[in-house]
């Protein structure tokens, strides 16, 4: 059996939009009754997350982007910074527990003291850009989990996979111009935020896809378009972007994945991390909205991670 880790804190909850907004703390609620339920947590290392450093973030994002993040928490009610992204009195509490989850894990998973890790955080990351927070992301979580592993421990290179509904234009815009990263990703278009199908930064692998496409259309692009690129790059460490939002039940897109996709291509990644002779990846909470699907669409992944 694998030793799989568990991050999360109980921060993570503090953040919130407001009563009808669908990134809500109910969705961690609903991982951990539906993790509860499976009998799943006797299996897994849990950790609570710490609170990421300024020196861990501006790795991806400027000093003043922070400070101006920090400056605009409200002390009280909700402080909206654009249509659909919001902050409350808890938001930086949880987006900097969100972040530093992904730089414990990755340290983890580095030092050898587990094989891989998951992250059930709040707020996602991947929408959010170097200097601008979008798409109910502050900090790219990924973004950053990725850096240290760079440079913190020397790592030459390392691949981020996204398999969340929409193109995470955040982590695009954080590695674009970085050989040393490989950004595989799959994502309804045109759909927000409307980016990333144009892409032609050779260490992209952007495959747009219509509104209806099912699992096995699915699986053919991870088979013929990620995994070569995946191979060539012959990554040492592997981070998910773990969005769950293309599951067929989940109303914020029109992509129909169920429970066994997420298996699938969870399977597809631990197959690469292992012919590089590792097993090392490091998996962190996007979209997900639909609380049922959500919750079982993360057992599951978190099974086949575990080896269970
Ligand atoms: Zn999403």
């Given at each position: 059996m694998t030793t799989t880790a568990f991050i999360t804190h109980r921060d993570c909850w503090l953040h919130d939009m407001g009563t009808f907004h669908p990134e809500c703390p109910d969705r961690l609620a609903a991982i951990n009754?539906?993790?509860?339920?499976?009998?799943?947590?006797?299996?897994?290392?849990?950790?609570?997350?710490?609170?990421?450093?300024?020196?861990?973030?501006?790795?991806?994002?400027?000093?003043?982007?922070?400070?101006?993040?920090?400056?605009?928490?409200?002390?009280?009610?909700?402080?909206?910074l654009d249509p659909d992204t919001a902050m409350s009195p808890g938001t930086m509490k949880a987006a900097l527990r969100s972040a530093g989850?992904?730089?414990?894990?990755?340290?983890?998973?580095?030092?050898?003291?587990?094989?891989?890790?998951?992250?059930?955080?709040?707020?996602?990351?991947?929408?959010?850009?170097?200097?601008?927070?979008?798409?109910?992301c502050f900090l790219n979580n990924v973004a950053i989990a990725a850096r240290h592993a760079l440079e913190a421990h020397g790592l030459e290179r390392v691949a981020i996979v996204d398999f969340d509904v929409h193109h995470g234009n955040g982590t695009e815009d954080a590695f674009r111009d970085d050989p040393r990263v490989l950004m595989v990703s799959i994502f309804q278009h045109p759909f927000y935020p409307y980016s990333g199908a144009d892409c032609t930064a050779p260490n992209m692998v952007n495959v747009p896809v219509p509104a209806g496409t099912r699992g096995d259309a699915f699986r053919t692009i991870v088979a013929e378009r990620w995994m070569p690129a995946l191979r060539e790059h012959k990554p040492q460490m592997v981070f998910i972007s773990a969005g769950f939002d293309a599951h067929y039940e989940d109303d914020m897109g029109s992509v129909g994945l169920v429970e066994s996709d997420y298996v699938w291509v969870t399977r597809q990644v631990k197959a690469v991390a292992e012919e590089c002779g590792h097993k090392n990846i490091v998996s962190i909470l996007e979209?997900?909205?639909?609380?049922?699907?959500?919750?079982?669409s993360v057992v599951a992944h978190v099974k086949e991670l575990a080896d269970l």
């Open positions: 009754d539906r993790l509860i339920a499976a009998g799943l947590d006797m299996y897994l290392s849990f950790y609570d997350a710490p609170l990421a450093t300024e020196e861990q973030i501006v790795r991806v994002h400027p000093a003043n982007y922070l400070e101006e993040l920090n400056a605009s928490v409200p002390d009280h009610g909700i402080r909206h989850a992904g730089v414990l894990a990755t340290d983890l998973v580095l030092k050898g003291e587990i094989e891989n890790a998951f992250c059930a955080v709040r707020p996602p990351g991947h929408h959010a850009e170097r200097g601008k927070a979008m798409g109910f979209g997900g909205y639909s609380l049922s699907s959500l919750a079982r």
